[in-house]
């Protein structure tokens, strides 16, 4: 059974900074893509970012120049560096491996 348990998020001011992480159980985490993707409140859920198991990304057109996504397989652990943070990015952001299983999911909420 694997399970993804994400953390890191919580309340930061304007141009502020957070580093999620998402810890995977159950699989062997270096075989597949991992990926970030957030909900707001009354919108679809968007990609933020994913990295392949060779470590290639990809990001969303909002967050291109400000987030960073990386994987440490040795952890099974997947990290976001957020820097420059907007209010818009405030959010529910989740993992996810393989585009199959997801996580219970992290709030970001972002102060103007």
């Known amino acids: 059974q694997v399970q993804l348990v994400e953390s890191g998020g919580g309340l930061v001011q304007f141009g502020g900074s957070l580093r999620l992480s998402c810890a995977a159980s159950?699989?062997?985490?270096?075989?597949?893509?991992m990926g970030w993707y957030r909900q707001a409140p009354g919108k679809q859920r968007e990609l933020v970012a994913i990295?392949?198991?060779?470590?290639?990304?990809n990001y969303g057109d909002s967050v291109k120049g400000r987030f960073t996504v990386s994987r440490d397989n040795a952890k099974n652990t997947m990290y976001l560096q957020m820097n420059s943070l907007k209010p818009e990015d405030t959010a529910v952001y989740y993992c996810t491996y393989n585009f199959k299983y997801w996580g219970q999911g992290t709030q970001v909420t972002v102060s103007s």
């Open positions: 159950g699989t062997t985490f270096s075989d597949y893509y």
């Open positions: 990295i392949t198991s060779r470590g290639s990304t």
